[in-house]
Every structure is written in structure tokens, then in C-alpha cells.
């Protein structure tokens, strides 16, 4: 099984700021790894797949970045509509397996 | 638009058994996985497992192989998840979700999710 560590658990940051979140896979995943965004009393949404692809619709001010077991979801000038919770997913071949990481809550500052 | 449009929440006690649904929309439901992830009050995502509608292939997660059962019914565009024997420790919002597809096949993510079904499971 891999293992998914995000750091930080939390962060608190203003509109306007930048942010990273990283994402540690325990076992080389290539560039398969994904990014959601979730927003309280709704469902996950891709943001960026590949490790920096972003997903139809997404704003250019998220971006991603990193490959074999470290990755990082950076966005720029915080809006007040990005704080939310971000996870990271990746994805073993065999034995079939998905797996999301503990998850980052965003805060507002 | 693709949509995944399902059940309602629900309020069952222990022991008692629950099937919920996923039911697609605008896209060939064939084509693609459908995952179920759980999310318990307050913490993050767990991928429960996946089914194959176009021939009903599942895979599961070690976690909840044996606890509960995904299924297809592609005569309906629908994916179910069902418990036979619900405990207080279900409790949780259940999403489906749709596993992303492109020329080389099936994808490792997720581009398209349901709402959610709240199940609450309390004596």
C-alpha cells in the first residue's frame, strides 16, 4: 500500500498571499498523482491531475508540481473562495488501490 | 453535462441493511469506473472500491472488502453500495465518483462526483 503524507495538516495564510501544499508518497508514483479541492457540505473537485496538469476550469493561479514521491499544489494570490481542504491521490496498478492523503485544511488568516 | 445524481440521506439503526445509489448521467456509462470514496464526520477521504458497469467488475479496498457491496445495473445507469448489517461506525457522507478515461484508457483519478448521501446510523 502507499502512503500519502501531506504537510501541513493546516495552514492559515490571507487573500492576496501564496501557498504550497506537499504531498510525500512513501513509494515512487511517477507524475500520477492528483489534487482535489473540497469545500465544506460539498463533494471533492479536480484541480490538477499528472502532478500539474490543471483540470478543465481551474484557475491558472493553482499549479502543480514534483514527481516520483514529492509533489506540491501551489496557489498564488489567495482568493477568499480557495480556502478550503486540499487532498492529494495517487494510485497503485497491483494490487488495485487508491489512496488519498490526510488532507490540508486552509485557512484564512 | 456529466452528472452523478445520488440517493438521498438516510437515518438507519444497527443491523439494519441499506443499499444507496449513484445514478450517471450524459456520458456512456459503460466506459467508465465508479468509485466510492467514504468521508466520516470531520475527516478526510477513504476509497472504499470500484466497479466496472460494462461488465461489472469489482475491486475493493482491503479496508471495506467483506463490509459492503458495489454493484452496477448498467439497464438503469446506476452503481449501488450496500450493506447488509450497517454499524454506528458507517456513519459517514459516501460519494461516488466517476474514474476519469482518456485515449489510453481508464485514468487513476477522479473527474466527476456525486453529491453525497449522508447515512447516519444510530440506535
Known amino acids: 500500500e502507499i502512503v500519502m503524507t501531506q504537510s501541513p495538516a493546516t495552514l492559515s495564510a490571507s487573500p492576496g498571499e501564496r501557498v504550497t501544499v506537499s504531498c510525500r508518497a512513501s513509494?515512487?508514483?511517477?507524475?500520477?498523482l492528483a489534487w482535489y479541492q473540497q469545500k465544506p457540505g460539498q463533494p471533492p473537485r479536480l484541480l490538477i491531475y499528472d502532478a500539474s496538469s490543471r483540470a478543465t476550469g481551474v484557475p491558472a493561479r493553482f499549479s502543480g508540481s514534483g514527481s516520483g514521491t514529492e509533489f506540491a499544489l501551489t496557489i498564488n494570490s489567495l482568493q477568499s473562495e480557495d480556502f478550503a481542504v486540499y487532498y492529494c491521490?495517487?494510485?497503485?496498478?497491483?494490487?488495485?488501490?487508491?489512496?488519498f492523503g490526510q488532507g490540508t485544511r486552509l485557512d484564512m488568516k | 453535462e456529466v452528472q452523478l445524481v445520488q440517493s438521498g440521506a438516510e437515518v438507519k439503526k444497527p443491523g439494519e441493511s441499506l443499499k444507496i445509489s449513484c445514478k450517471a448521467f450524459e456520458y456512456s456509462f459503460t466506459v467508465y469506473w465508479i468509485g466510492w470514496v467514504r468521508q466520516m464526520p470531520g475527516k478526510g477521504l477513504e476509497w472504499m472500491g470500484l466497479?466496472?458497469?460494462?461488465?461489472?467488475?469489482?475491486r475493493y479496498s482491503p479496508s471495506f472488502q467483506g463490509q459492503v457491496t458495489i454493484s452496477a445495473d448498467k439497464s438503469t445507469n446506476t452503481a449501488y453500495l450496500q450493506w447488509s448489517s450497517l454499524q454506528a461506525s458507517d456513519t459517514a457522507v459516501y460519494y461516488c465518483?466517476?474514474?476519469?478515461?482518456?485515449?489510453?484508457?481508464?485514468?487513476?483519478?477522479?473527474?466527476?462526483w456525486g453529491q453525497g448521501t449522508l447515512v447516519s446510523v444510530s440506535s
Open positions: 466497479v466496472y458497469p460494462g461488465d461489472s467488475d469489482t
Open positions: 465518483a466517476r474514474r476519469a478515461f482518456d485515449d489510453t484508457g481508464p485514468m487513476y483519478f477522479f473527474d466527476s
Open positions: 491521490q495517487v494510485y497503485k496498478n497491483w494490487p488495485p488501490g487508491i489512496t
Open positions: 513509494q515512487s508514483v511517477g507524475e500520477n
